[in-house]
């Protein structure tokens, strides 16, 4: 297990830090990083995992994290992406616990903080697959390889491929699967520490405690079950020190036949077999929990798993993992999506990017051959473990065991980037140690490398702090993804600039004519700009490429109402709640249309659905209060209203509609008070402060009715009605002032 000092270490031309030192280096070199995403907002995904995600609100009961996936949807939905990472889920609720609401500034330092504690901790990981396993009297481990750990741990802190997982806070996810991952491995080692209380090869306690640890960093993002992977490979090579190269020719020759005794006296079989225990009773648990199977995917989402041969998917999966590996190696083409035609599909054998597939593999082939048959022992494990660590934890992202939600996604690479920096720092200390009279020169290119690093971060992470400067930037990554198209002018129109979203949007469509969330968008905003012919044509057609799209339909809805359509209109209705049933906002503009049809008490029924399943929606309330104060049903109306505040206590418009229904019911004392109180909450509301007056004009308050007639005017000078009741005041105050002898 301990192996002597790894010859080309001294070469790399670092200093020699202590280990407290280096950690501290490393976590420094992390947060230097990162630091400037710590006040960025939501962003992207975020939106949904934190922002609606009821899950992490106080008054969503506990147990639900375990019931529903990592964005807050029941497991047992078909609509579930299955992502079931409660662990995670449970550090967003403790930071919305902690910061009192959804502050942001909470969930990106903790982002940041575990990156650096990661980063740290790879020192550990890298000393250990490069200088081997030993431990001094005290029980910690010996670094016998401290400048090339250090080396690589710096390039693992500051890889900008890296941006994702910290700045976006839905990398958490990764970030604490990373950590449980270290954990797990380092746990495993110490199964191996003969201070340990075990049997005579390993300890059997530990290495439970490294299942238990697996599982939670299962929890935490599926990949986390692939540290099995890295900690047999370690187990093979490093503790029981097999040649793989030698065992197999042994196999496929058989000569000098195995000698299994040995391999039994190791308890190699018996760990093994432990570790297959856990990880099938971790997927058996993992598939149960998922209850309706795996998640469905649509072409758009993972293209190349949809072409039409084996061939064509083969190969497209392959420029997949060349495009992964080409951003470990230049992490300055980043995109926050690249689904969508960010990247087309390779349909024949003459396209050029095939060049790309023959390299990725004839590199892979040459380390593997490396790794494998290398005369170096050193060489041969270092190549080995590094390879190990760079693939095992991207097989869950590769296609080949199941279809994933995704193109490419850099999230992903956050593991496997540790593989490719002890790769790159073994590459280092070679050269440096072939190379001798370069040394310079390859220390000013390290130094560089690191800055370009460095500098990448700040900028890719500062790209991340808004949803604004991040889709922009994608324009100039994947001008043909629809996607990127389609986000720049959703956060256009939530920021009010309606002109600019709609080229947008138009672009989306265009780049993929059947993308029927743009369609629907573009529809809603050629619907405030009275352009109701098109935004039929756009929504119309989106429902007919997607039939269950219950928000086209119910906006498809509001545009055949508007064109007076009004049996289209509420067939459109119908349809949005046949596919989605609990759809509150659809019931609430089904009771404006049937309202607008003087069908009152079907009205009334559709807004009281709305309240049924959204107790908080305030319009359908006040709009049933309205309606019922309008037909003269003022008890009902009352009763109606009062619910309505018991329920939504600060509720200017509430009061407002109650308080004029109390008016005609001549509570005026009453109705006083909710005009008081409305208006404390919304002191400019010029109704407010006119039909205040009206009820002290009926209740011969005669000064106060002239008062808030007299700021309801300054405040809407045409407001109707207004004046001439005002006017109307003023002769009679005129009158009792000069009354007629």
Partial sequence: MALSEVYWDHQIPIPKLAPVQAKVTVA?????????????????????????????????????????????????????????????VLTFRLNYLLAGGLHPVGFHVLNIILHAVISALMIDVFAILIGGLSYDEKGSILNHAPKTSLLAALLFAAHPVHTESVAGVVGRADLLCALFFQLSFLTYCKAFNRGSDRDDSFSVRWVVVSLLLCAAAMLCKEQGITVLGVNAAFDVLLIC????????????????????????????????????????????????????????????DNPASFAENIFLRIVNYNYYYSLNAWLLLCPWW??????????????????????????????????????????????RRTLTLGLVLLVVPFLPACNIFFRVGFVIAERVLYLS???????????????????????????????????????????????WRSEKSLFTSALSVCPLNAKVHYNVGKNLADRGNATAAIAYYREAVRLHPTYVHAMNNLGNILKERNELIEAEQLLSKAVSIQPDFAAAWMNLGIVQNSLQKFEEAEQSYWNAIRFRKKYPDCYYNLGRLYADLNRHIDALNAWRNATVLKPDHSLAWNNMVILLDNTGNLGQAELIGREALRLLPNDHTIMFSLANVLGKLQKYKESEGFFLHALRINPNSASCHGNLAVLYHRWGKLELAKKHYELSLKLDP?????????????????????PTP
């Fill in 28 to 88: 420094l070199v992390a947060l230097l990083c990162f630091m400037n995403s710590y006040d960025g907002e939501f962003v992207f995904d975020d939106s949904e995992a934190i922002v609606n995600n009821k899950d992490l609100k106080p008054a969503t009961p506990l147990n639900n994290i375990w019931s529903n996936d990592f964005w807050g949807s029941n497991l047992s939905s078909n609509s579930s992406h299955k992502s079931y990472r409660p662990l995670t």
């Fill in 241 to 300: 020190n097999v040649n793989v190269y030698e065992l197999s020719q042994r196999l496929l020759l058989r000569k000098n036949p195995l000698n299994v005794s040995a391999i039994l006296r190791t308890g190699l079989p018996t760990r093994l077999a432990l570790m297959g225990l856990g990880g099938l009773s971790m997927l058996y648990a993992r598939w149960r929990i998922m209850g309706t199977g795996p998640p469905a995917f649509t072409e758009v």
């Fill in 334 to 379: 980043s995109c926050f999506d690249w689904s969508m035609g960010c990247v087309p599909l390779i349909k024949s054998a003459t396209d050029w990017r095939m060049a790309w597939l023959l390299l990725l593999w004839c590199v892979l082939i040459g380390l593997i051959s490396q790794a494998l048959c290398s005369q170096d022992s050193q060489r």
């Fill in 417 to 463: 980037s540790a593989g490719y920096c002890l790769l790159l720092a073994y590459s280092m200390g070679h050269c440096c140690c072939r190379w001798s009279n370069c040394r310079k020169p390859l220390c000013v290119s390290l130094l560089a490398l690191l800055c370009v690093y460095v500098a990448r971060c700040a900028l890719r992470s500062h790209q």
């Fill in 718 to 738: 045409e407001a109707p009605g207004t004046r001439d009741n005002y006017n109307m005041l003023r002769r009679k105050l005129d009158h009792l002032k000069h």
